[in-house]
């Protein structure tokens, strides 16, 4: 595909026009080229130089037909996809969460072989996708059935147990999928012979939220072992007790004091990453840190020494609240000594679309916290950044997205995987996360280094990110968000 081909989408004009022009405009931002959205009427008013390469005709069953035709016919291009328009775009939008399709049949057209069974060749140029991956597209990438389905959870978050697609079809980042299957068509259509353009090498965006630094510290040595105690763990209160005690008369090293095994690792691996940083809250679950202390402030300048990226973990109550989040942000960037550009909510708790509207107004350039907290995947069915939408006003937002895949524990705590068998889901998301502009945005948490709670994860992250990088390359999710920007300025 070239940036200079004109490339268009045939679709309705009608209430729904702004859901399905933000589907085409993210696989035009995928593909790195300009697709224009128009309708049927309009392009007999189209000037010869806007001549299309390829259309996507998007229409209703007993219309679509008839719409290829007078396309073909007016517009001439080498190659036109149409595709199925169900009912979701209809009277239950926002009323009902279905998915647009089965989930067999979406699952199955992730695959080359499975989307042949739903692609027809209606002539040499023109072929027919009997399924609605707009919409389809649509429901993942914006996060449909959020809006209209109950979040009974104690930190008010939507878990991947309460979506009614099923957990496996997140392992992998089906709307990339799809547009993967589609540009594949087009290109056959059009006489490609060469597939499109992949990266080199999987891109892991390590991160590290820093919500704790002690464990042992003050009252919280304290409070674990009554709780162990409450619970009728007799040991394991024992054990606490002498931890702490070791601890703090210094003859051991807390176990969240893990950052210098993290930067010798990071330092060997030749891996950048991005930390994020509270700079406030007074939540019983916010850090117990501040940033004034002078442990966090040698962070924060180690940091910044070694050109990782400082980002702003914002306070469990911050989600709504554009006063508390804009004032957290100028306290880290004073104590960072310089401004910072993006976000991950403290606990994953994301009000949507809400939250984007107070990141955006505090002047933050990307989220990373939409990641389901209690699986690991693609919790948007994409791998890489992308620009969110707003479903009630139907209208994209002005922040970028980059989901989280990953969170050590996700995997440790949640779904209770033993730390051998962390390393082969890890990797199977690793490769699942190769797409254009793809990128798997892992979690890594210094608390990880605590081997009585967590045994054998530490040494599984450092396994796997060893095992990753001769074919993996590290970014920062900053960077992630300056290469989208880019590719914005090219696509629009």
Not at 114 to 129: H, N, S, T
Not at 287 to 305: I, N, T
Request: aromatic share 10%; with cysteine; proline share 5%.
């Amino acid at each position: 595909m070239m940036n200079e081909v004109q490339c268009f989408c045939i679709r309705a004009e009608d209430e729904f026009a702004p859901c399905v022009d933000y589907v085409v405009r993210t696989f035009g931002r995928w593909l790195g080229i300009p697709i224009k959205c128009t309708t049927l009427e309009a392009i007999s008013s189209l000037s010869p130089r806007e001549t299309p390469i390829w259309t996507i005709v998007y229409g209703a069953e007993n219309e679509i037909n008839d719409h290829i035709g007078i396309v073909c016919d007016r517009l001439k291009p080498v190659a036109t996809v149409g595709i199925h328009r169900s009912s979701f775009f209809g009277p239950s939008f926002l009323v009902s969460p279905d998915l647009p399709e089965t989930v067999e049949s979406l699952q199955s057209a992730t695959a080359a072989e499975g989307f042949i069974k739903y692609c027809d060749r209606l002539r040499p140029k023109v072929a027919l996708v009997k399924l609605d991956l707009v919409a389809a597209a649509f429901w993942f990438l914006t996060r449909y059935e959020e809006y209209v389905t109950e979040t009974p959870e104690t930190h008010n978050r939507f878990l991947a147990s309460f979506s009614i697609a099923p957990s496996e079809m997140y392992d992998q980042p089906v709307v990339n999928r799809w547009f993967e299957q589609i540009e594949r068509t087009i290109n056959e259509l059009v006489g490609i012979k060469e597939p499109g353009l992949a990266p080199a090498k999987a891109r892991i965006v390590l991160t590290h939220d820093v919500d704790m630094l002690r464990k042992y510290r003050g009252l919280m040595g304290v409070r674990r072992t009554i709780a162990a105690m409450m619970r009728g763990d007799a040991r394991e209160a024992t054990s606490e007790i002498r931890m702490a005690s070791l601890v703090l008369a210094g003859l051991r090293r807390d176990p969240y004091d893990s950052f210098d095994d993290m930067f010798s690792l990071k330092e060997r691996l030749g891996a950048p990453s991005t930390f994020f940083f509270m700079g406030g809250g007074d939540a019983p679950l916010d850090g117990d840190y501040s940033l004034d202390d002078q442990a966090v402030r040698e962070l924060l300048m180690r940091v910044v020494s070694v050109g990782d990226e400082v980002a702003l973990h914002p306070s469990y109550d911050s989600p709504r609240s554009s006063d508390k989040m804009l004032a957290e942000m100028h306290a880290l960037e004073k104590a960072a000594g310089h401004a910072v550009i993006g976000a991950r909510q403290h606990y994953l708790r994301f009000s949507l679309p809400e939250t984007w509207y107070v990141q955006g107004q505090c002047g933050l350039r990307y989220d990373s916290s939409v990641g389901f907290a209690d699986r690991a995947g693609f919790r948007c069915g994409w791998s890489g950044c992308l620009r969110p939408f707003d479903v009630e006003k139907r209208m994209e937002l002005p922040i970028i997205e980059l989901p989280l895949i990953a969170m050590d524990i996700s995997l440790a705590v949640y779904e209770k995987i033993p730390a051998e068998r962390a390393v082969e889901r890890l990797a199977r998301l690793l490769d699942a996360s190769e797409t254009r502009g793809g990128g798997f945005v892992f979690l890594w948490h210094n608390t990880l280094h605590d081997r009585r709670v967590y045994p054998g994860y530490w040494d599984t992250v450092e396994y796997f990110l060893f095992a990753s990088a001769g074919t993996a390359e590290f970014v920062t999710a900053g960077r992630m968000c300056e290469e989208f920007e880019l590719r914005l300025v090219t696509t629009g």
